[in-house]
């Protein structure tokens, strides 16, 4: 009487193939947990990027373009007067200031018949107040949107996105003419005045599984605008 058995080349050889299998699952399952990761890491890294862009998209100042102008004036650069002076900034010949070109259609400040400043440091706090009317950067400080993993948004994850604005340290060198050198060491700290650069911050976090928020963002931008206004361009009519 003959049985069906297996022999002991294709036992050893299942063996061997259970084996592999039972080390190759959990770090495929490493492996796959790491992918997921590094795309909502993608997916929070583009969503803070994007609303970067979009928010400096805005004017530096609400007092940036003439109130008497269409959207679709240059911006000039305004003055600085809370607190300190920044002279090495100040005016120098009529409507430019040092590092302008003194010639038509560039970058300027306001008219010196009619001088502009801009937004007071303690009031950038209230300018959210604006955004049914966003007109500069700041209309978006303290700002911050639910973006759900469902309906139109269609993310993989719950994220908070969260926006604040403030004013850094403008100055280059020591205030008395010093010779020191500008240092690559830009601030992040609230100057507390206004100055010539502001500092767009942008956060995101993301819901875990258990429904938490987490106390530090996943995701944290910083982009510095500055006072400079804008170049004009040449019209041609016919």
Same mark, same amino acid.
């Not at 297996?6 to 299942?14: K, Q």
């Not at 530096?60 to 003439?66: G, I, K, Y």
């Not at 440091?121 to 604006?130: K, Q």
């Not at 206004?229 to 041609?236: H, I, L, N, S, V």
């Given at each position: 009487?003959?049985?069906?058995?297996? @022999?002991?080349? /294709?036992?050893?050889?299942?063996?061997?193939?259970?084996?592999?299998?039972?080390?190759?699952?959990?770090t495929i399952m490493v492996?796959?947990?790491?992918?997921?990761?590094?795309?909502?890491?993608?997916?929070?890294?583009?969503?803070?990027?994007?609303?970067?862009?979009?928010?400096?998209?805005?004017?530096?100042? /609400?007092?940036?373009?003439?109130?008497?102008?269409?959207?679709?004036?240059?911006?000039?650069?305004?003055?600085?007067? &809370?607190?300190?002076?920044?002279?090495?900034?100040?005016?120098?010949?009529?409507?430019?200031?040092?590092?302008h070109f003194q010639q038509?259609?560039?970058?300027?400040? @306001?008219?010196?018949?009619? &001088?502009?400043?801009?937004?007071?440091?303690?009031?950038?706090?209230?300018?959210?107040?604006?955004?049914?009317?966003?007109?500069?950067?700041?209309?978006?400080?303290?700002?911050?949107?639910?973006?759900t993993h469902i309906g139109?948004?269609?993310?993989?994850?719950?994220?908070?996105?969260?926006?604040?604005?403030?004013?850094?340290?403008?100055?280059?060198?020591?205030?008395?003419?010093?010779?020191?050198?500008?240092?690559?060491?830009?601030?992040?700290?609230?100057?507390?005045?206004?100055?010539?650069?502001?500092?767009? /911050?942008?956060?995101?976090?993301?819901?875990?599984?258990?429904?938490?928020?987490?106390?530090?963002?996943? #995701?944290?931008?910083?982009?510095?605008?500055?006072? #400079?206004? /804008?170049?004009?361009?040449?019209?041609?009519?016919?």
């Open positions: 009487m003959v049985r069906a058995a297996f @022999t002991m080349i /294709e036992l050893i050889f299942a063996i061997v193939v259970i084996g592999i299998i039972s080390v190759s699952i959990p492996n796959n947990s790491k992918n997921v990761e590094v795309n909502l890491m993608q997916e929070a890294i583009l969503i803070v990027a994007t609303k970067t862009g979009q928010v400096l998209t805005y004017p530096w100042d /609400e007092n940036s373009r003439d109130p008497g102008s269409t959207i679709l004036a240059k911006t000039d650069a305004l003055n600085i007067n &809370e607190f300190f002076f920044d002279g090495e900034l100040d005016r120098n010949v009529s409507d430019f200031r040092r590092g038509a259609l560039r970058r300027k400040l @306001t008219p010196s018949n009619a &001088e502009r400043s801009a937004t007071a440091s303690n009031l950038l706090a209230l300018e959210a107040l604006d955004l049914n009317v966003a007109d500069d950067i700041d209309d978006f400080n303290g700002q911050s949107v639910l973006l139109e948004d269609g993310y993989k994850k719950d994220y908070n996105l969260s926006a604040s604005v403030i004013y850094v340290s403008d100055i280059a060198a020591y205030v008395n003419g010093g010779t020191t050198p500008l240092l690559f060491n830009f601030t992040k700290a609230d100057a507390g005045r206004a100055t010539n650069i502001k500092m767009l /911050e942008l956060n995101v976090r993301a819901r875990d599984n258990a429904g938490n928020w987490p106390l530090q963002p996943d #995701i944290l931008f910083r982009s510095f605008a500055s006072n #400079i206004g /804008e170049t004009d361009y040449y019209k041609r009519t016919y």
